[in-house]
């Protein structure tokens, strides 16, 4: 079976947060099981530094935004070929998404418009181009897809959406409908009608095959107003083809006992003591006080509201003057306010509080390394790979009771007995205030005293497996029931395994079902859509991410 799975970015290729990560962790683990996976991604200035062998497969005279063409080449980091949609106008551009003073770029409905019209033609057929029997598409970004397929009457490829985060949709003026060659037909309410406006997203949600959602948890929230974005109705009216799959993680990359961004410095749930070497080299990274006493509590995420780097800002200072002893180690980039916010808590806490803004995958793996705490607040979380990141390494995760993290983080409650919480992974608190995000952390300080638990903790989080190996057999099984006339190829005996291809999210009109049972719901609601509490955002986004 060919799978062409279309995206915004992908690592190593392209990245800005989780949804890079996620797509390039799927795509390399369905490949090392014997399916054949492509990646299409746009051209931008550095991804052909990542291709051996590039060369044009085709033309495209007539896109969106102007001729472009196709490149193919091996990814050698990833172990699969890589289209590259080539135009040098739209995409070779500092940012992905956003221009270096923070804006969206002003032609983001023709950038990403552009690459969906050419997955679709190449859906369609294209010499010298593989064919696909099912096209797996990722976001906003690649969303219109599914609609241009049937408006060009591909029926025989299957779709296949994933939603990382639908509160990035891709919402535009319809002033963009003509030059991105929507037909008159699909401009209503039934197709990618969105309060006087388009909506990319929406369009992927009414017209692919299956949609999934990247945990459990969150695929129940989005059927509801408050975690829907105003796509919780026509989401439902898809109930009986919306399914979870849990994202996983790259665990060749983020491996405590082999990282080679830390090397000379592994170790593993049995033997710590490495652990303190990292924990030395964050400090001194990070400007801090060099004290293996010191209770290490890092944040490494986007700096913006949905993760609560306002809070942050707020609870951190909060916590740095009630408990002497604790340390804090920020890095990251967003909103600019929150980013003095956070730079300014380093002046008033010099050697005790660190901050960097920006981002490089070095000192991320330190920060999950070296860290005794990772503080992971979210007012949504689709997935969070962050705590995932963080329990690898030892590091016990401070996480929101939301999204994702409640199918991740194990943690048995507040008032727990010591027996419970050795079983835990991590903590989740609830409500977005400075005080709420306080009291986890002193939570946190509170087990820590406690070095049984606390050990205990470290090692279920090392042991848990959230690898891609776990969740690819779900994906094998859609492509599967999608185009059950087409063979998978190889598939190594480990991961033959029964997995639901339905899995019950939520019915909203009847209440919360487990995502575990292997049922199909029959969600009965009306696919008006809400008009949102917020507009439709256009920007890029770490799915789910981090």
Known sequence: MNILAVTSEAFPLAKTGGLGDAVSGLA??????????????????????????????????????????????????????????????????????????????????????ALAH?????????????????????????ALTPLLMHQLHVDDVKTVLTLHNIAFQ????????????IEE??????????WGQMNFLKAGIRHADLITVVSGNYAREILTPQFGCGLEGVLSARGSDLISIPNGIDTELWNPEADSYLPGCGFGPDRLG??????????????LEVNGKATLMAMGSRLTHQKMADVAASAIPLALDAHPNLQVCVIGQGDRRLEQALLALEQRYPGRCGVHIGFDEKTAHLLHAGADVLLHGSRFEPFGLTPLYAMRYGTIPIGSRVGGMVDTIRDPGKDATAALMA???????????????????TRALTLRTRPAIWRAMQQNGMRSDFSWLKTMPAYLSAYQALRPDVALGRIPEQQRQKVPVRAWVANVTQGVVPATQDATVAAGMAGRTRKPARAGSMLGHEASAA
Not at 122 to 136: D, E, Q, Y
Not at 170 to 181: E, K, N, Y
């Open 118 to 142: 050419a997955a679709a033609h190449v859906a369609k057929g294209l010499p010298n181009v593989t064919r696909p029997h099912v096209v797996h598409l990722h976001d906003w970004h690649t």
């Open 28 to 113: 390399h683990s369905l490949a090392a099981g014997g399916t054949r996976v492509t990646l299409m991604l746009p051209a931008y200035p550095s991804t052909f530094d990542f291709l051996r062998n590039a060369r044009q497969v085709a033309l495209l005279p007539d896109l969106p935004g102007g001729a472009a063409s196709l490149w193919q080449g091996d990814c050698a980091e990833l172990g699969v070929p890589v289209l590259l949609l080539k135009n040098d106008d739209l995409y070779d551009r500092e940012g992905l998404y956003l221009t270096p003073d923070g804006n969206e770029h002003a032609d983001n409905a023709i950038r990403f418009g």
């Open 274 to 287: 490495n652990k303190a070497l990292c924990k030395k080299a964050l400090q001194r990274t990070f400007g």
């Open 185 to 194: 037909r699909y401009r209503n309410d039934e197709g990618l009608g969105f």
């Open 170 to 181: 891709g919402v535009f003026p319809t002033a963009h409908a003509d030059a991105l060659r």
């Open 423 to 441: 079983t835990a992974t991590g903590i989740l608190f609830d409500g977005d205030q400075p005080g709420d995000m306080a009291e986890a952390i």
